[in-house]
T-cell receptor, first 112, second 113 residues
Framework: GQQLNQSPQSMFIQEGEDVSMNCTSSSIFNTWLWYKQDPGEGPVLLIALYKAGELTSNGRLTAQFGITRKDSFLNISASIPSDVGIYFCAGPTSGSARQLTFGSGTQLTVLP | NAGVTQTPKFQVLKTGQSMTLQCAQDMNHNSMYWYRQDPGMGLRLIYYSASEGTTDKGEVPNGYNVSRLNKREFSLRLESAAPSQTSVYFC????????????FGSGTRLTVV
């Protein structure tokens, strides 16, 4: 089945540093979604990408839809303590009209 | 602005007990989903309901049943809980066009002892 590979699995960074994470797939996606899950909460949609090459920002977050349509990247600039959480990428499941496939997540820890 | 509401937030069950997790959404979404989240395994789809009156199996349906009671409500039932079902369960909903993403509830943390 379809799989989304996220890397890194976890990151420990100092407050103020920039963060980069990515998501790759063996198949082409027409949509890429990035979610953040705060500790003890459900995932919340951060950014949606709909076009190859698209670069979209949401505050300090910037995400890009890879040109090959098989990858996507999320960058966080000047990290702050509230950036802590798990970041998931997701895309429409092949062969299904309704489902999303999720990556396994990147756990981000921001050290003071 | 309730969004997706899940109850209960926490539950401890003994092996073999049954229980139903409740989920309701007030966004007039057509589709609803149940996921489980385990450490290092991301989100895995248990069951989903594309529209009122329909349900389909996801990636890990064994040991679970669902009911789409109406457009708003989608429940998940464990008939005979097993320790392997210890997990955090999330309900989500979306419009028919899933490319705009899902809205998730805040989760139910279930422990089976």
């Amino acid at each position: 089945g379809q799989q989304l590979n996220q890397s890194p699995q976890s990151m420990f960074i100092q407050e103020g540093e920039d963060v980069s994470m990515n998501c790759t797939s063996s198949s082409i996606f027409n949509t890429w979604l990035w979610y953040k899950q705060d500790p003890g909460e459900g995932p919340v949609l951060l950014i949606a990408l709909y076009k190859a090459g698209e670069l979209t920002s949401n505050g300090r977050l910037t995400a890009q839809f890879g040109i090959t349509r098989k990858d996507s990247f999320l960058n966080i600039s000047a990290s702050i303590p509230s950036d802590v959480g798990i970041y998931f990428c997701a895309g429409p499941t092949s062969g299904s009209a309704r489902q999303l496939t999720f990556g396994s997540g990147t756990q981000l820890t921001v050290l003071p | 602005n309730a969004g997706v509401t899940q109850t209960p937030k926490f539950q401890v069950l003994k092996t073999g007990q049954s229980m139903t997790l409740q989920c309701a959404q007030d966004m007039n979404h057509n589709s609803m989903y149940w996921y489980r989240q385990d450490p290092g395994m991301g989100l895995r789809l248990i069951y989903y309901s594309a529209s009122e009156g329909t349900t389909d199996k996801g990636e890990v349906p064994n040991g679970y049943n669902v009911s789409r009671l109406n457009k708003r409500e989608f429940s998940l039932r464990l008939e005979s809980a097993a320790p392997s079902q210890t997990s955090v369960y999330f309900c989500a909903s979306s419009f028919t066009d899933r490319t705009h993403g899902y809205t998730f509830g805040s989760g139910t943390r279930l422990t089976v002892v």
